[in-house]
């Protein structure tokens, strides 16, 4: 008996370790197979049972799809079977991906957000008047509230006019100018009543409550 006993670093690498050693073994026996027939109804059956371990999914058209190619490269790409899906090659499995774009618009000033260059310019893109001047202003104040996140202390107005001239490229220009933000205090002091709210209003339902 002691002959018989199999160690993992004697046996053959799982190329896909999810699927464990069973579906390993059930996918080398297929390619041993020398009749198409039984090479296909084994390849159904492997399918079938890869399938079951993900039953939420075992219907779903493009689920499908990828049971196929993971049994093709289960397989090594040596399994010749007749597939509804085309068959996927070592190359297109080699291939590496497109480099995604991530957006990088403003650096220098990270810690204002994307969100804000988008509000920037949708008020460059309205007409003056009351309604661009109370949109500028509502940024100017988020822009301030950002700020403040990450120096907790405070920040001049002049500052977050400085910045949002810089990032709407010259069109809107605070500088100089006599609007008040709100004050630095007042918005640290509102971000800690919301945050503690939040907190406090779980562990405090069930004060007052008459226990029986």
């Not at 006993?5 to 004697?10: L, R, S």
């Not at 309205?126 to 940024?139: H, Y």
């Not at 004050?183 to 406090?200: A, E, I, V």
Request: with cysteine.
């Amino acid at each position: 008996m002691i002959e018989h006993i199999e160690y993992n670093t004697e046996r053959d690498h799982l190329i896909i370790p999810e699927y464990g050693r069973h579906i390993q073994k059930m996918v080398n026996h297929a390619v041993s197979l020398e009749d198409k027939e039984a090479r296909n109804n084994c390849a159904k059956s492997i399918i079938a049972v890869m399938g079951n371990l993900n039953p939420h999914l075992r219907d779903v058209p493009d689920f499908q799809h990828k049971l196929w190619d993971q049994l093709f490269i289960i397989s090594d790409f040596k399994l010749d079977v007749d597939s509804p899906y085309p068959r996927p090659s070592r190359e297109e499995l080699a291939e590496r991906p497109e480099p995604l774009n991530y957006p990088q618009n403003h650096p220098k000033y990270r810690f204002y957000g994307n969100n804000i260059k988008r509000m920037i310019d949708v008020a460059n893109s309205w007409e003056d008047g009351d309604m661009k001047d109370g949109l500028v202003m509502t940024i100017a104040n988020h822009m301030k509230k950002c700020f403040l996140n990450w120096n907790k202390d405070t920040v001049e107005d002049s500052v977050i006019f400085e910045h949002l001239f810089e990032l709407s490229d010259g069109k809107i220009n605070l500088r100089g100018s006599d609007e008040d933000l709100s004050d630095s205090q007042q918005l640290l002091k509102n971000k800690k009543r919301f945050s503690k709210g939040g907190k406090g209003k779980g562990k405090g339902s069930g004060r007052g409550r008459k226990r029986h």
